[in-house]
């Protein structure tokens, strides 16, 4: 198949760890590279910001990545780009008139707007790929978790439920965003779901680690914005702490400066809580740095307020570190409470302490969830499954579209021969 993807703000080349640059940067390069594996032809369109980007890129063998001039060729906050995916669908449907991908697959919602008008930019020629859509975030549970503090654009909700009703098929990543996805109204034989994944062969047990400051350690990993939660394990290390144990927390992710207000506000709780000396803030780390420090601690926390998905307890579990997550979003489905890791409620920090006490005192209970989390992943969640899995909603879309547009074809015909006898038969 010809594969397009189109991903306006995460472009599989960006460096991860910032605002915006996380989870659906990975998944749209780990996806790409996989289905190009299976033999599929992969290009990802992205919104060029910055000038100096050449236009055509080559990502992997089989992924090409194409920067679509939409909007300044600067880095802009995601939640300004909706007035351009007027010229983003523009160019993508110009590349598409070249080259005709039998299917489109758009990445969150100002995608998924691009994708549609890009596909119907196609039709009028007869040529519409089958448009499928993931949505990597929903603004109804946004807006549910932070509130006034979603900067969201008003458009975004009832855009959303706009693809959910015109994709011809809706990818969801966990069975907790299908719930919601039928809320909003979008038809279940829609909705499959295919979880993201993790590269099983770089995240694993064995390899380098690095040195502790701490006879504990306890690492959180992810975009440093307020709703990952680092705050609520920061209030949790000083209930550790004070229950007996020499612990670290070790924070991974965010522009590591100063003066970014997030760092600040973690400081400033960490200060509160009296573990300054034991937090320690690492900035943004490359991909290829996170195993050593995965395997360094004794448990990963994730405590985001809610989690679309959650590609990090995926990697913590593939180097056999147990994780202590919200029981939220992606989580439900990833992490085995009980197995391969604990579950807490989120935004409650005594939870939290409570799981991470545990478990620090059970170093056997550790050792058996780290086995039981390689496993699970191994099992179930490599980017190989995940793009075959992936190929099978792909081929079963296709071809509904495909007979779809035969009956289109057919209705044209009747239309048109019932007209010729209209005429004959002398009427209008
Ligand atoms: N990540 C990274 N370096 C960092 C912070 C994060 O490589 O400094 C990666 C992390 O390993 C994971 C992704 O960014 O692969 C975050 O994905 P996740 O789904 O956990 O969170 P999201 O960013 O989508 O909210």
Known sequence: MRISMVSEHASPLATLGGVDAGGQNVHVAELSAALARRGHEVTVYTRRDDADLPERVSFAPGVEVVHVDAGPARPIPKDDLLPFMGDLAAGVAEDWARTRPDVAHGHFWMSGVA????????ERSG??????????ALGVVKRRNQGAGDTSPPEREPLEADIGRRADAIVATCSDEAFELRMLGVPAAHISVVPC??????????????ERGRDHRITTVGRLVQRKGVGTVIEALAAVVASGFDAELVVVGGGG????PEIRRLRGIAERAGVADRVVLRGQLAQKDLPAVMRSSDLVVCAPWYEPFGIVPLEAMACGVPVVASSVGGLIDSVVSGTTG?????????AIAEAVSDLLARPDQRAAYGRAGRRRMASRYSWDRVAADTERV???TAAARRSAGAMEGIGRIDGLRSRRRTRREGGT
């Open 115 to 122: 994708v549609l008008e890009a596909a119907e930019r196609a």
């Open 127 to 136: 040529l519409r790929p089958a448009v499928l859509h993931t949505y990597h």
């Open 197 to 210: 994944g993790v590269d099983l062969a770089h995240f694993t047990p064995t390899g380098p680690r690095e």
């Open 257 to 260: 400066s100063s003066d970014d």
């Open 342 to 350: 604990t579950h807490v409620p989120p935004r409650d920090p005594a």
């Open 394 to 396: 792909y081929l079963a």
